[in-house]
Nanobody, 123 residues
């Protein structure tokens, strides 16, 4: 199996920065995509940012220019640098990865989710 562990959430004032990290471990053959989602209570989970193994990135319109996603291939990790934070960025942030695992031959790709980390931005 594969485990995703997020870290870096917390409380920050509006205009500040936070850096989220998500490290994958376990039966990893390769990681194809890593993403960050967020969810506020009562709302749908939304995609915040996405990075592929080739380095292509995509961002939600609401975070473009403020958030930066980066892949650390050596550590099987993804980081999300968030700056110019706004109260509306407050949410639980979840890491998702599409991972080809070594549990099958040939390797098969599955999606995995982290447990989430809370980000709270005060006015």
């Amino acid at each position: 199996q594969v485990q995703l562990v997020e870290s870096g959430g917390g409380l920050v004032q509006a205009g500040g920065c936070l850096r989220l990290s998500c490290a994958a471990s376990g039966s990893i053959f390769s990681i194809n995509v890593m993403e960050w989602y967020r969810q506020d209570p009562g709302k749908q989970r939304e995609l915040v940012a996405r990075v592929t193994s080739g380095g292509s990135t995509n961002y939600a319109d609401s975070v473009k220019g403020r958030f930066t996603i980066s892949l650390d291939n050596a550590k099987n990790a993804v980081n999300l640098q968030m700056c110019s934070l706004k109260p509306e960025d407050t949410a639980a942030y979840y890491c998702r990865a599409e991972v080809a695992t070594t549990l099958h031959t040939p390797p098969r790709t599955f999606q995995f989710w982290g447990q989430g980390t809370q980000v709270t931005v005060s006015p």
